[in-house]
């Protein structure tokens, strides 16, 4: 089946410093991603829908600045969080689909636990 | 806008019983309605979906859902839990493009006594 690599699983940095993640679509192309925060003991939310060669579209009260968007192939989708800080801590959880399709072909990555310092 | 209510924060079952999440959505159409399961630190597994047709929706892992629209409900239903069951459960909503934009639920963490 269809598989989404996120890396790195796990990352511990400084407090102002900037953490990359990436997302890949391994068998598919896919012009749109998704990614989301998660708390612990908490839902996912939504921050913002990544689209090939484009902008991304950040959900209200994300702020773009902070978390940079980069969709530059079909395969990957990568998250800065720039200038982190320990209220940055927390889940990141990628998804991906297939051009063509919609919530009946979205794949999952595995996540990345951010823990800033 | 869509939402997704999951009554049920916390749910303990003994193995082998049989087990119900759930589900509450607003939404002004018909919506697209998920079930996915995540294990700890892990990513997101679907079990089910709902997209029209049939009303119950039969999944991975013995699960099945129905979709009840006088309700607002799409709750998930398990006849004998295994205690390899035990996870995070997420009852999510897609909007009216099925673009893949998903709304989740608080979630239900089910926890099997031996």
């Known amino acids: 089946g269809a598989v989404v690599s996120q890396h790195p699983s796990w990352v511990i940095c400084k407090s102002g410093t900037s953490v990359k993640i990436e997302c890949r679509s391994l068998?598919?192309?896919?012009?749109?991603m998704f990614w989301y925060r998660q708390f612990p003991k908490q839902s996912l939310m939504l921050m913002a829908t990544?689209?090939?060669?484009?902008?991304?579209?950040?959900e209200q009260g994300v702020e773009k600045d902070k978390f940079l968007i980069n969709h530059a192939s079909l395969t990957l989708s990568t998250l800065t969080v720039t200038s982190a800080h320990p209220e940055d801590s927390s889940f990141y959880i990628c998804?991906?689909?297939?051009?063509?399709?919609?919530?009946?072909?979205?794949?999952f990555g595995s996540g990345t636990q951010l823990s800033v310092l | 806008a869509q939402s997704v209510t999951q009554p049920d924060i916390h749910i303990t079952v003994s193995e082998g019983a049989s087990l119900e999440l759930r589900c509450n959505y607003s939404?002004?159409?018909?919506?697209?309605l998920f079930w996915y399961v995540q294990s700890p630190g892990q990513g997101l597994q679907l079990l089910l979906k709902?997209?029209?047709?049939?009303?119950l929706v039969q999944g991975i892992k013995g699960f099945e859902a129905e979709f009840k629209r006088s309700q607002s409900s799409f709750n998930l239903r398990k006849p004998s839990v295994h205690w390899s069951d035990a996870a995070e459960y997420f009852c999510?909503?897609?909007?009216?493009?099925?673009?893949?934009?998903?709304?989740f639920g608080q979630g239900t963490t089910l926890q099997v006594k031996p």
């Open positions: 939404y002004g159409a018909t919506p697209y």
């Open positions: 068998d598919f192309q896919a012009t749109t």
């Open positions: 709902y997209f029209s047709g049939d009303t």
């Open positions: 998804s991906a689909r297939p051009p063509g399709s919609g919530g009946e072909k979205l794949f």
């Open positions: 990544s689209n090939e060669g484009s902008k991304a579209t950040y």
């Open positions: 999510a909503v897609g909007g009216p493009s099925n673009t893949g934009k998903l709304n």
